[in-house]
């Protein structure tokens, strides 16, 4: 038997997978005496962590096996936001929108291309801040925050760009509200800016389309 085919049988089953429940499973393999309990995690990437019991026994590995899942579950909450409500998501659909008005000709040519950069810039884009967020659960707070941390970052950045940001955040809200995703538009503050300091005004909770 080659070395490799050796590795490979010491890695095969030693019986058959037992499933305690969905996500939850234990088994042994020829390797190890121990029974490995392997639990589903979507958090991670590979989705399930497999580790040893520790065990021999079935009734204890899975007693083991219960503990970890639990473990597991305390440990990565799971908070999984489905794409289509992403902000990122319907960031590129304001985008795809914006230059098929360049392409007809009822936009600015810069248009799509300031839209673009305001959302993805590597420096201060939108996307970095609110990218993987769920669109249905971004407020005003969240939009302060991610001004206040610019202006921590990058104090010297205009007053321009801060209203540039803020109008292409209102442009992909709106995305979102003509979808029926959201019911209002959160109203970004605005940036009142001195030769030495910046603040956020106080904003009006939401804003009129």
């Not at 209102?170 to 029926?180: E, I, P, S, T, W």
Request: proline share 5%.
């Amino acid at each position: 038997m080659s070395e490799a085919a050796a590795k490979k049988s010491r890695q095969s089953l030693d019986g058959e997978i037992i499933k305690i429940r969905r996500g939850l499973a234990i088994y042994k393999i020829n390797a190890s005496p121990f029974y490995l309990a392997r639990v589903l995690n979507p958090a991670r990437n590979p989705k399930y962590l497999v580790r040893s019991t520790k065990e021999q026994s079935r009734i204890q590995a899975r007693i083991v096996a219960e503990e970890l899942a639990q473990a597991v579950h305390n440990a990565s909450p799971i908070a999984v936001v489905l794409r289509d409500k992403t902000f990122r998501y319907y960031a590129e659909i304001a985008l795809k929108s914006a230059q098929s008005d360049v392409d007809r000709g009822s936009r600015n040519p810069l248009y799509a291309k300031d839209l673009k950069y305001n959302l993805f810039a590597k420096n201060y884009g939108l996307d970095a801040f609110f990218g993987g967020k769920d669109i249905r659960q971004i407020t005003v707070k969240d939009y302060s925050d991610f001004s206040r941390a610019l202006m921590v970052s990058i104090p010297d950045l205009s007053s321009s760009v801060h209203g540039a940001l803020r109008s292409a955040f209102r442009n992909v809200m709106k995305v979102a509200l003509y979808d029926g995703v959201i019911s209002q538009v959160p109203a970004p503050p605005k940036l009142n800016e001195g030769k030495h300091s910046a603040r956020l005004s106080t904003p009006e909770r939401f804003c009129s389309v």
